[in-house]
């Protein structure tokens, strides 16, 4: 990994579930001019905490310095950097509604299908899909979509648990 190359990663925060924790986050990370590509928080098995993934571009170098700096506030237990690590299960979730034809629609549910995506709701002008996986599974079946029409699409960046 070369410490000077700007990359994509994924930070694991673990935090107490109090008021303000989250606006620090993001304060920290807008302050040192981060662009946050993704954010989910949410709560763990314990309601006490929560866990917030975090996705976006830096350097090795830099990165080190934002999980020291998320490491120093208030209310936070662990910060993990998923980024180049193998055993953690790695998932992000999208809904996509799609132009659709009688001719195109079994050519879009056999698209689904190849990805294990799921048909949600189907009329006459549009198909509404989801489908979780890795990113690049997303990326790829987005691409393949976008020349019938992508009326609408929501991603929720990626969650992450550990395999063991």
Partial sequence: MNSDKLERYTIVVTVLNRVGVLARITGLLSARGYNIESMIAAPTENSDVFRIHIVLSGTAKRIEQVVKQLNKLIDT????????????????????????????????????????????????????????????????????????GIIEMVRTGCVAITED
């Fill in 77 to 148: 237990l662990k910060v993990t950097d998923i980024s180049h690590t193998s055993h953690y299960i790695v998932r992000e979730f999208v809904l996509l509604k799609v132009s659709c034809t009688r001719n195109t629609r079994a050519e879009l549910s056999n698209l689904a299908d190849m990805f294990r995506a799921k048909v949600v709701d189907v009329d006459e002008k549009q198909i509404t899909l989801d489908l979780s996986g890795p990113n690049k599974k997303i990326d790829r079946f987005v691409k393949l979509l976008k020349p019938y």
